[in-house]
């Protein structure tokens, strides 16, 4: 089903050490891919270098039917740049990959796309958020980008699923070594959803630590924007802002708290001229894509109250301004503990408040 | 000529009888052995005996001598037999007129200028031969106070071997020890921690309350310094004083494994068992070549604490489960077979991740949800649904240490617990349970009393909160416990209301992480 061209270049894909720069001497020289496979020989040594040859050499010792094999028996499908199903977006920018190999389901334009990326060590506040918008986003048509990564990104991927939308994850190494291994499950629940999970690299690559920064390019290449949630010093999020940049992607950051490690990174960019992001109709708006749903966006409908005995209605009160312990709660209203945890339990099932960990309790809204 | 002496020998927490024979048949050479299976102990008592016996006045006999413990297939392990040795050889060799000792145990080691010092296990010996008849006990001096509350035995304690043997031959008798009545000995209950030192905290002392009431075991989480120590060390003072039934089976066990301290007596104050997370699975629940208690059962009527839980081996953790929920440790070692009471209340604390200061107000936390996760999955879901409470410890700002005033007072929770636990009692008379935390399901169709609105309010709190079978079982019990607190008859709304929160945090940390 490949043609001799693309099997081809999916035999320079499968080499990991070959380099864009000695991948471009290569194409000089030969013309094609499939030039190149057929006069492989002593001359390539000059022009890829001596680990890049010997790793091309074993392969094409190999036989390209012997790579399709592997591909099948993965279960990966490969996509190329001349494709009707290679992402348009990526297709613009400037080092785009020859072949993208894929699980799940690729489309040319995913009309609206968004990445949301962030820091591996959320907080509550960060993964909450991230979780919202993108399950906004999802439900108004958008497709959420992200690395499949712990925090922020899981978060990101889990709320596109929970509104039922697209998600792409993008690897930092092959798509049979998918890490980390615990989000092995949300992957195949990606893939499941009509999403997909793509990665550059061969199916057995490992996730090393150098393959993650040129991933990024392609997780800022597939979409229109980006949005930064949580990220410290020296975060591997700001590699990914920098390509969005050079690619003319939209940045936008989310704030936090000024006095968090986790929004020194965000506010930076807000600073510098990052766009604002409170909500997914803030994205929606800048990226003049009309909210399809305008009024899921809308602050819900009060809550009914009026069934709520005296002493539920002003434990409610008391948290109308902002999180309270259970001893602040206690007090203000003066109650028994045994008391105040019957009432708790009964507001907490009527999904008017939720306790967060440390008997920390919070007016719900949605 | 021969004669006999009785002694009892330990095989767990029971006393076995053991004959102790002592045979002289004279001769030209001096010849002294022992049979009937001795370890080394019991066979450097030759030794002791002969040094003990010269010391104080007797002599050794010149000739041949056997002494033989019998039954000869049963293990006889320690110094307990000592007295009853020198004994048997000074009436064998007849250094005083023949006087009856068929129904006077007689226990202790000897020192080699005659005195008799303490031995190990003295109450279960005196227990198991009471039950069998067995009226007069010569014991060491310092064993003494162990048995004081032992009734329908005359105690004899004596200091060296002339005494006991002076006693014995009614050239000098001695007064039985006098008796003291239960009551007397709970007088010298020590004063545990107090819960009015714990300041704030209201949410966790009243778990502890329903927990103390019902018997239910305990999970406390919270962030490090948040006073769980504190509050699991006041747990002791909450529960019911023990009843004389309590307090000898745990002297017992105590005597046993040789960890009561000498010259104390029966153990009136519950135990308070803290193993170390390094401990193994034998240190918990009994073991070495003996098959000695373990922890869970030194612990038992009283409170076993695992501080730091997450920090113990899984394995470990595991193993806990079986004894915690039968109330019986079951231990089987190459030498031996033993099954020990465990009935004791788990409390165990965590912090609730790596760091320690998820959901603090006062700190940041510093670990990834993933890394939260990990952490709290080194608690089994299995083994987390056998906690019947769980609650969350917040720490206490500093201006409500120095500000709040003073607490309720151990005391007075402890009554109130009493008086659910006496309804419990009531309750369950001829079922062979104690509290509502032991409850089968029959017990609790039985017994549980709910009414059909806090049924139905029962059905909706497991379904919005996800919660397993399990726990809807463990929902019904901490609900009986609040009512039993109140002195209602039956389960109300508002007792599973409360009910629920002690299970909340199921699902907030272990549910929203995965």
Redesign the interface.
Known sequence: MYTFDQLALIWLAFSESLTFKGRERLMDHFGTAQKAFNAWGSKAYDLVGPKACEELTALHKRGLSGMQAILEQSDIQAVFREDDNYPMLLNEITDAPEVLFYRGAMEKADERAVAIIG?????RYG?EQAFKIARDLAQNGVTVVSGLA??ID?AAHLGALDGGGRTIAVLGSGLNRIY?K?NIPLADKIIRSGGAVISELPPESEPLAYHFPVRNRIVSGLVHGVLLIEAREKSGTMITVGHALTQGRDVFALPGPVD??GSVVPHRFLREGARLCTCANDILEDMGWQSREMQMMMPGVAADLDDLTPVQRSIYDSLSDEVR???DV?SLNDL???????????L??RGLIE??????YRMKRN | MLARTLCYALNGIEGEPVAVEAYASGGDQYQFAMVGLPDAAVKESRDRVSAALKNSGFTMPYGHTTVNLSPADLKKEGTVFDLSIAVAIIQATRQLKAFGLDDTLLLGELALDGRVIPVQGVLPLIISANARGIKKVVLPSLNAPEADTVTGMEIYPVHSLYEAVQHLSGQMPILPQLQKSYQECLARTAPALDLSQVCGQHAAKRALEVAAAGGHNMLMVGVPGSGKTMLARCLPGVLPLMTQEEAFETTRIYSAAGLLPTGSGLMTNRPFRTPHHTASAAALIGGGANARPGEVSLAHNGVLFLDEMPEYPRRVLEALRQPLEDGVANVSRVKAHMQYLSRCMMVASMNPCPCGYYGSRIRACRCGSHEIRKYLDRISGPLLDRIDIQVEVDAVPIEEITRSPQGEKSEAVRLRVEAARDIQQKRFEGTGIRCNAQMNNKHMEKFANMLDDAEQFLQMAIRKYALSMRAYSRLIKVSRTIADLKMQEHITLKDVAEAVQFRMIDAKYWGNTR
């Open positions: 820091s591996r060590r959320e907080t993964r712990y925090g899981t980390p615990d968090a490690p312990s259970f001893e206690m028994s503990p045994g008391d105040l945890n019957a009432h708790i339990t009964m907490e099932i306790s967060l960990p440390g008997r920390i």
